[in-house]
């Protein structure tokens, strides 16, 4: 197993990096779908039709699915095990995709009784509508959720290039979408949705396979059900799981307000979050991504002060950026 590995500048600069493009590249998705769906009916269904299925992602703390892992993984990685890391990452992902498999299909089997609930404000008609797209974005998070522990492996060993690209394949997948349905038919919320499937499952799941298979990490027959690993991996996910549902919701009142008020202004409300969320993910994302790999390090082989030493600078550099970019930001 290769062992070179960023250092942290080198990760937070990386994640960093990956997070603007990404972001950037959602605000180019966002406004193609605005150009070709505009401020309609239309864009609405696309952006409700993520509501549940965020909802069951956020709660498999699909959010954290990475950071969960990263410290059982680098334990094995400080010690040299590479048998025992394949055999706690294969517990861990069995029991995640069998979890996440039952909830997702739960959510494929009772999508109509599920938006109707969520959508009460909505007639028949657009639920009618709303509940195939919810289906298909449904699919999309699977990629995601089951991505995640590939990428976990890849954060264990401090490597963050192929995580970075992820997003890009998939924002690049809606815009492809809508690029292809505005020059063969006309633009519907399936086309996007469909594109970011692809994309989802060529960049979250795919290629994160690739970049843990070319580390070493491997699923391996014969793994107990019981195995300690699985254990450790449910109580650290659990408060988790209950955590970020609750935070979620800020992401979900555009939505559900959206509703209550005129044609489009769910889709309005969506693009506005999605803008100012821009500053936050470059800057907290790369702080919290690229030095809790390392921390997870140091505190697996017991150098607290070198760990306390990362938190200290890795704080002192994110509000230092924070701070700039909020100087920046205000009079614009």
Do not use: C
């Amino acid at each position: 197993m290769t062992r070179r590995s960023a250092s942290l500048g080198q990760a937070a600069a990386i994640v960093s990096a990956g997070v603007l493009l990404s972001r950037l590249l959602g605000v180019v998705r966002e406004q193609v779908i605005g150009a070709l769906l505009g401020r309609t009916v239309e864009t609405d269904l696309y952006v409700n039709a993520f509501t549940l299925p965020d909802y069951l992602y956020f709660l498999l703390a699909g959010g954290y699915l990475a950071i969960t892992l990263v410290p059982i993984l680098t334990e094995h990685h400080a010690t040299g095990d590479e048998a025992g890391l394949n055999q706690s990452f294969t517990a861990v992902f069995r029991a995640v995709t069998v979890l996440a498999l039952v909830l997702l299909t739960a959510g494929l089997v009772f999508a109509r009784p599920l938006v109707g609930l969520v959508f009460s404000q909505l007639d028949a008609t657009l639920i009618d509508r709303l509940v195939p797209l919810t289906r298909v974005a449904i699919g999309l998070q699977t990629f995601f959720l089951l991505g995640a522990l590939f990428t976990a492996a890849q954060y264990a060993e401090r490597r963050f290039t192929i995580p970075a690209l992820g997003p890009l394949f998939y924002n690049g997948g809606i815009i492809l979408g809508g690029a292809l349905a505005a020059a063969v038919a006309d633009p519907t919320p399936m086309w996007f949705l469909v594109g970011g499937l692809f994309g989802a499952a060529i960049g979250s799941f795919g290629l994160q396979w690739w970049g843990a298979h070319r580390l070493g990490v491997r699923l391996v027959p014969g793994v107990p059900r019981s195995h300690p690993a699985t254990r450790r991996y449910l109580k650290l996910a659990l408060p988790l799981m209950v955590g970020q549902t609750v935070v979620a919701l800020d992401e979900q009142w555009p939505r559900l307000f959206g509703q209550l008020a005129e044609e489009g202004t769910t889709a309005g409300l969506n693009f506005a979050r999605r803008l100012n969320m821009l500053p936050v993910g470059v800057i907290a994302q790369a702080a919290g991504v690229a030095s809790f790999p390392f921390m997870a390090r140091l505190f697996s082989e017991k150098r607290l002060d070198e760990m306390r030493d990362t938190v200290t600078v890795s704080l002192r550099s994110a509000i230092a950026v924070g701070a700039l970019a909020t100087g920046l930001i205000i009079p614009t």
